[in-house]
């Protein structure tokens, strides 16, 4: 069974563009979540989806939005960049939503630049 | 508001016991979790507790939990090269009818022959 797959594994923006980052979560799964990760913040989380619903969401600005499709692929957004937005971006699946002892499996990340 | 908390850096010697400490803060918290990210890599599921539990073994990772003082620990017997890599506690948190993870900062452990 294939992992989580994210897509594309690096991207160089500039300030004020806007930039879309891809998630393929592993087949059966119907909850996404994603995660932004740098060396002063650490791991943090952005959103979850759950049937193509917003189920949580992070404490970031408004710039930063997602979505779920029917096939639980998911696509996050983030507009007007700042530099302050490099950094990893994570997203993880799950089998569903809602249950503590869920297990999360991580895809290996969108590095994203902002110069 | 809810904050995990690690050590940054950790070095050990090859073939000895690394012990990675975590303080959590959410007392509700029914399962803590252990992940591990190697470099450029996403984050790996190590191992998890139930809070009823004070000690889980799964062969070289034994994990410890304190639910009194919400301390965590994980300890990797036999510590090889290959263990070096970033170490994540984390917690779940109730929200919005399911549950948010809460991560902490990350434990560097560099494992030096």
């Known amino acids: 069974k294939a992992g989580v797959t994210q897509t594309p594994r690096y991207l160089i923006k500039t300030r004020g563009q806007q930039v879309t980052l891809s998630c393929s979560p592993i087949?059966?799964?119907?909850?996404v979540s994603w995660y932004q990760q740098t060396p002063g913040q650490g791991l943090q989380f952005l959103f979850e989806?759950?049937?193509?619903?917003?189920?949580n969401k992070g404490n970031f600005p408004g710039r930063f939005s997602g979505r779920q499709f029917s096939n639980s692929r998911s696509e996050m957004n983030v507009s007007t960049l700042e530099l302050g937005d490099s950094a990893l971006y994570l997203c993880?699946?799950?089998?569903?939503?809602?249950?503590?002892?869920?297990?999360?499996?991580f895809g290996s990340g969108t590095q994203l630049s902002v110069l | 508001g809810e904050d995990v908390e690690q050590s940054l850096f950790l070095s050990v010697r090859e073939g000895d016991s690394s012990v990675i400490n975590c303080t959590y803060t959410?007392?509700?918290?029914?399962?803590l979790y252990w992940y591990k990210q190697e470099p450029g890599a996403g984050l790996q599921l190590l191992t998890y507790?139930?809070?009823?539990?004070d000690m889980k073994q799964d062969q070289r990772l034994t994990v410890l939990l304190n639910k009194k003082d919400k301390h965590l620990s994980l300890r990797i017997a036999d510590t090889q090269t290959g263990d070096s890599a970033i170490y994540f506690c984390?917690?779940?948190?109730?929200?919005?009818?399911?549950?948010?993870?809460?991560f902490g900062r990350g434990t560097s452990l560099i494992v030096h022959p």
């Open positions: 507790i139930f809070s009823n539990m």
């Open positions: 993880a699946s799950s089998l569903e939503a809602g249950w503590e002892d869920e297990k999360l499996f």
């Open positions: 959410d007392s509700s918290s029914t399962y």
């Open positions: 984390a917690e779940r948190v109730p929200s919005g009818g399911s549950y948010i993870p809460t």
């Open positions: 989806y759950f049937s193509e619903t917003q189920r």
């Open positions: 087949s059966g799964h119907r909850s």
